[in-house]
């Protein structure tokens, strides 16, 4: 890999990409000519729904390709799946390509790709029937090869688009595909870039990468992140970008208000992380700290505002003043109470609780304790949360829990010491009328949670931001606490 000029890794979602002609007149292209079309590298999810078809839908959990495949009760309809999975790339091909030229080489690109995973999965199914080979021990191998074609075919698309439009885009294709083994990442990103020039190509990167370490086993869908994080440090990018559709504001403006929200021009890597536990991802923690660790700054964007700087964020990035940015939250939340009497000064409690919780992958966002309770605020399906009280039932014979469903809402800031967050937090809800069902005010200063039910989580966040990001008379006191 060769390059004159400092570069920038720059990612882009799911639902952005699946509006590929005006990504042209942003981020793509837009006004950019010559040299300034290149020092940059990109790195495109799959279409928007493309993924849920071939693995299952993120949110209903609809079964998709892979999910179908691995249900010993489905059958061959696993293939029918796949069938409609190829019709519907053909269908956004159709989209994109008016030139039926390229319209043919880009339907002839995932038919190779879509025929080629058909006929492994025939013959992995045929070699499992057998009994001599289990299914579930390749079940993570159908999931990665899968979800690969999705990234394959928005980033094939992309640089042949670019080409069309006199762009030299070239694709760089992590997959694996054909490929013999698996080397780590980092090697498997340098042996790609081997002998592109970064300063006369534009580099279209499949953001599902095949590697040693299997990125879906740790971590499932939020992979592309990783590989964005990953080429950002082995190409030694200065600067790493996230394009969304949307700004990251003071709150969700379809929620409180277009004109009450406010883009967060900077913040740091702290901020991020507690976003991300928020269910508000900014970045996946572990790709963000590959960055932080490297010392790359983080740049997120409206893809569809080329002019907007966005947002940055830097591990060193320290506030002008103490003082709530942003202010979001869950729904959902499945408030689990362990209590047992005997509790008090005896030790491995937190330890099983702990376990039955990793055991049955619960999401767990916070905790709070005391001398007899243990309480655990969860994300996470009921299934899985009742074999954790089934668990600790039988771990725990003389304890008592209780389960309750709520919402939570967290402000969020660099520093929330000095300016009195708690009683604001207070005096602003119990205006609106919301009585809290619980509050944990941290020691360290950057994040304030709320538990309230269910019902008065959107009343719970508007009051929150007007109390902490709106108020004139709150801004004033964060003056002065500075």
Same mark, same amino acid.
């Given at each position: ?134 299914? &579930?021990? $390749? !079940? ?5 090869? @899968? ?5 394959? *075919?928005?980033?094939?698309? /992309? ?85 969304? &559709?949307? $700004? !990251? ?5 379809? @929620? ?5 929200? *406010?883009?967060?021009?900077? /913040? ?88 039955? !919780? ?125």
């Amino acid at each position: 890999m060769t390059t004159q000029h400092p570069h920038t890794v720059e990612k882009i979602g799911g639902t952005s990409m699946s509006r590929s002609h005006e990504l042209l007149d942003t981020v793509l292209i837009g006004n950019r000519t010559g040299d300034a079309l290149y020092n940059r590298v990109f790195v495109v999810s799959a279409y928007g729904g493309m993924t849920d078809a071939l693995l299952e839908h993120k949110k209903s959990g609809e079964p998709g390709v892979y999910a179908l495949f691995a249900s010993a009760e489905s059958g061959w309809q696993w293939g029918d799946a796949l069938s409609a999975v190829a019709a519907k790339m053909v269908e956004k091909n159709a989209e994109i390509f008016a030139d039926p030229a390229r319209r043919e080489e880009a339907d002839s690109f995932i038919r190779e790709r879509i025929e080629g995973v058909r006929s492994c999965l025939i013959d992995l199914s045929r070699l499992c029937s057998f009994g001599h080979f289990q299914l &579930e021990a $390749h !079940l993570l191998t159908v999931r990665e090869m @899968l979800s690969a074609l999705g990234e394959a *075919q928005s980033a094939f698309n /992309t640089a042949l688009l670019l080409n069309q439009h006199g762009v030299n885009a070239r694709f760089v294709d992590l997959t694996g595909w054909r490929q013999d083994g698996a080397l780590p990442l980092d090697d498997h990103i340098a042996r790609q870039f081997e002998g592109i020039d970064l300063g006369r190509e534009l580099p279209i990167v499949t953001g599902y990468a095949q590697c040693a370490e299997q990125l879906m086993k740790t971590y499932d869908r939020g992979y592309s992140e990783v590989t964005l994080s990953r080429v950002a440090v082995v190409t030694g990018a200065a600067e790493a970008i996230i394009h969304k &559709e949307f $700004h !990251l504001s003071s709150a969700d403006p379809k @929620l409180v208000g277009a004109d009450k929200v *406010q883009v967060i021009g900077e /913040t740091n890597y702290d901020v991020a992380d507690q976003l991300s536990n928020m269910g508000m991802e900014a970045i996946h923690p572990r790709a963000a700290k590959s960055l932080r660790q490297a010392g790359i700054p983080l740049r997120v964007t409206n893809a569809f505002e080329p002019d907007h700087p966005g947002t940055v964020i830097m591990s060193d990035l320290a506030p002008k003043m103490p003082g709530a940015e942003i202010v979001t939250g869950l729904k959902g939340v499945f408030a689990l109470e362990f209590y047992d009497q005997d509790m008090v000064g005896v030790k491995g409690y937190d330890a099983k609780i702990l376990e039955a !919780l990793t055991r049955h992958k619960v999401w767990i966002i916070s905790k709070t304790s005391n001398a007899n309770t243990i309480t655990h605020y969860l994300k996470g399906s009921m299934k899985a949360i009742k074999r954790v009280e089934t668990d600790l039932t039988e771990a725990f014979p003389t304890a008592t829990m209780t389960l309750r469903k709520l919402a939570m809402v967290s402000a969020i800031g660099r520093d929330l010491s000095g300016c009195r967050i708690l009683p604001r937090a207070i005096a602003a809800l119990d205006e609106a009328g919301i009585e809290p069902v619980g509050i944990t005010d941290m020691v360290r200063k950057v994040d304030l949670q709320v538990m309230v039910e269910e019902d008065d989580f959107d009343a719970a966040v508007i009051a929150l931001h007007k109390g902490l990001v709106e108020a004139p008379e709150a801004r004033a006191e964060v003056r002065r606490a500075a």
